[in-house]
């Protein structure tokens, strides 16, 4: 979802811009990019092949790279914590190795998680950037590492990377295997099939995130992309939290259902955090932005064009 948005966010600004897309499958959105001030191309690779991701920098010369592949589940790095690490960490390496030897200017944005924080204390929050980083998963283990792998790159070999610590983003188009359009998903069916009411299943739903919707995100990383201070890290979030269930609460006013929620312990991750709130000062004092469409009309629009 998120390459998407920023694409369409390209779109819309006064410059042309030459992308150069990579995954590992070929993105639906590829074949309707016709934006005049955008040239798209794109490789189907994987990243864990370094022989081949070195050509294609050496190929494309990049003046910016977005770096967003990774195992992106919590709850999958648990099932699967030796792939998820070893991924993770290594697709990065395999990018920021690929940029050094290049040996052109290149800013990285290294995108990483609020999951990192692992637990805090409530007195703690809104979490700043600089608390100590208590990492509790093994998908936030990885984070951190591509994070410090930034931090000795810039310092060692000097290169051009800027790091976020992103917390929640939700928007239109989010895949349902994400837990907010799961529940639109789940809910939109209740009251297509006729009913006023229904039950859906659950994990935790009294944990509270800091939800930001996707193209406030976007716009935080371009402008990191532009402006952000080479070697420093930025949270990326509104400064507000919410809990689950009050999610499920205005999705259900949305969809006019009546709706109650079962917890099913599958569904339960382990060691989950409780609450997490960031602080959103620095990138706003140092970049001008902040998080602007607000949670109901985040939901009102993912609700309107659920990917199905």
Not at 41 to 63: C, G, N, W, Y
Not at 92 to 117: D, W
Not at 166 to 172: Q, T, V
Request: proline share 5%; charged share 25%.
């Amino acid at each position: 979802m998120l390459p998407v948005i920023f694409v369409a966010y390209l779109s819309t600004l006064d410059e042309s811009f030459e992308v150069f897309g990579i995954d590992m499958v070929r993105p639906a959105f590829a074949d309707r990019i016709s934006a005049k001030n955008i040239a798209f191309r794109q490789e189907i690779m994987d990243l864990m092949d370094a022989a081949k991701l070195r050509r294609v920098v050496t190929s494309f010369h990049p003046d910016y790279v977005l770096h967003l592949a990774a195992f992106s589940s919590v709850a999958y790095s648990w099932k699967h914590p030796e792939e998820t690490f070893l991924n993770n960490s290594t697709i990065f390496m395999n990018l920021i190795s690929a940029v050094r030897e290049l040996n052109e200017p290149c800013r990285i944005l290294s995108v990483g998680s609020s999951e990192e924080y692992g637990h805090v204390p409530e007195d703690a929050l809104p979490l700043s950037e600089t608390y100590p980083l208590q990492p509790n998963s093994p998908y936030a283990v990885a984070r951190v590492t591509q994070e410090r792998l930034s931090d000795m790159y810039v310092r060692e070999f000097g290169m051009d990377i800027v790091m976020t610590r992103s917390f929640n983003h939700i928007g239109p188009g989010q895949d349902k295997r994400f837990v907010v359009p799961s529940f639109v998903d789940r809910m939109k069916r209740i009251g297509e099939s006729g009913a006023d009411s229904g039950e859906i299943e659950t994990g935790n739903i009294e944990i509270i995130r800091d939800f930001v919707d996707v193209r406030d995100v976007v716009k935080a990383y371009y402008r990191l992309l532009e402006a952000g201070k080479k070697g420093e890290v930025y949270n990326v979030c509104s400064g507000k939290g919410i809990r689950l269930s009050d999610l499920i609460e205005i999705i259900a006013g949305i969809l006019e259902v009546q709706i109650t929620t079962r917890v099913n312990p599958e569904y339960v991750r382990p060691n989950d955090i409780a609450k997490i709130i960031g602080d959103p000062n620095k990138i706003y004092r140092e970049l001008g932005w902040k998080a602007e469409i607000n949670c109901e009309q985040t939901l009102r629009d993912l609700v309107g064009k659920m990917i199905l």
